[in-house]
T-cell receptor, first 114, second 113 residues
Framework: KAGVTQTPRYLIKTRGQQVTLSCSPI?????VSWYQQTPGQGLQFLFE???????NKGNFPGRFSGRQFSNSRSEMNVSTLELGDSALYLC?????????????FGPGTRLTVT | AQSVTQLGSHVSVSEGALVLLRCNYS??????LFWYVQYPNQGLQLLLK??????LVKGINGFEAEFKKSETSFHLTKPSAHMSDAAEYFC???????????FGKGTRLSVIA
């Protein structure tokens, strides 16, 4: 079974631009979560989707948004990019939204904002 | 609110020595606990998890962890370190209900030949 895939793997953007990152979960998984990983802040939760509905949202500004499609694929969008948005963005999928179920992570998208 | 503390941002061990990575959590209710490993330029891979039942949990690659409620700890151990174990390790906690997974800051493990 194929793992979680994220596209693109690397991205360079300029301050003020917007970006869309994509995540395809493991087949059959209905829950998708997004995390931002930086050396200073570590792994921070962005949001979680289950069956196209946002279940949880982390403490990030409204510039960060996401959505999930009927096939469970998910996208996250960051508008008006800032230098501090440079990070590794990780997507994780789970078979359901039940907390005891493990999340499977993709390789991440490395975003660099210049 | 739940939180996770990993003691030691960097741990260095000799090849063949015991690996001990510490994790303490705070949670108002019994949590679900996870250990993940991250190799350079990769995502996170699940090593093991504790949900209910037996408090000693065995995972992949010879790792295990013991849930100690009285100490609010979930330390990760491996009897004998291999060079391939060099990576960053993250402890994570999640409560029941509609709450997200919360990660510790991570511990970078170096293995010396």
């Amino acid at each position: 079974k194929a793992g979680v895939t994220q596209t693109p793997r690397y991205l360079i953007k300029t301050r003020g631009q917007q970006v869309t990152l994509s995540c395809s979960p493991i087949s059959g998984h209905r829950s998708v979560s997004w995390y931002q990983q930086t050396p200073g802040q570590g792994l921070q939760f962005l949001f979680e989707y289950f069956s196209e509905t946002q279940r949880n949202k982390g403490n990030f500004p409204g510039r960060f948004s996401g959505r999930q499609f009927s096939n469970s694929r998910s996208e996250m969008n960051v508008s008006t990019l800032e230098l501090g948005d440079s990070a590794l963005y990780l997507c994780a999928s789970s078979i359901s939204g039940v907390p005891s179920y493990e999340q499977y992570f993709g390789p991440g998208t490395r975003l660099t904002v210049t | 609110a739940q939180s996770v503390t990993q003691l030691g941002s960097h741990v260095s061990v000799s090849e063949g020595a015991l690996v001990l990575l510490r994790c303490n959590y705070s949670s108002s209710v019994p949590p679900y606990l996870f250990w993940y490993v991250q190799y350079p330029n990769q995502g996170l891979q699940l090593l093991l998890k504790y949900t209910t039942g037996a408090t000693l949990v065995k995972g992949i690659n010879g790792f295990e962890a013991e849930f100690k409620k009285s100490e609010t700890s979930f330390h990760l151990t491996k009897p004998s370190a291999h060079m391939s174990d060099a990576a960053e390790y993250f402890c994570a906690v999640r409560r029941s209900g509609n709450t997200p997974l919360v990660f510790g800051k991570g511990t970078r493990l170096s293995v010396i030949a």
